[in-house]
Nanobody, 118 residues
Framework: QVLLVESGGALVQAGGSLRLSCAAS????????MGWYRQAPGKQRELVAT???????NYADSVKGRFTISRDNAKNTVYLQMNGLKPEDTAVYYC????????????WGQGTQVTVSS
């Protein structure tokens, strides 16, 4: 079974930057939608950003102008560049890949911890 493997989470000071990566552990049909979600303690999982195969992106209002999602189709990897980090960005970040059609799937990564200190 193919797994999504995230990396890049860390402890960082407010105002700092991090880049998260998410790649598949094996061969997989390219996803239609790649996304990043996050879940803070005691809160529901929320959408952070998505990018579709054509390159269009969507962001939560709380991260617009600070976070950038991108994908490398050749490497089947999705990234989340996070700048201007705030303490309220502290959460476990999960990547999600979706594909529709005959070879459909809906995969989640194991999560990577991002902690922003004030």
């Amino acid at each position: 079974q193919v797994l999504l493997v995230e990396s890049g989470g860390a402890l960082v000071q407010a105002g700092g930057s991090l880049r998260l990566s998410c790649a598949a552990s094996g061969i997989i049909f390219s996803p239609d939608v790649m996304g990043w979600y996050r879940q803070a303690p005691g809160k529901q999982r929320e959408l952070v950003a998505t990018i579709i195969s054509g390159g269009s992106t969507n962001y939560a209002d709380s991260v617009k102008g600070r976070f950038t999602i991108s994908r490398d189709n050749a490497k089947n990897t999705v990234y989340l560049q996070m700048n201007g980090l705030k303490p309220e960005d502290t959460a476990v970040y999960y990547c999600n890949w979706k594909r529709s059609g005959v070879w459909k799937y809906d995969l989640w990564g194991q999560g990577t911890q991002v902690t922003v200190s004030s």
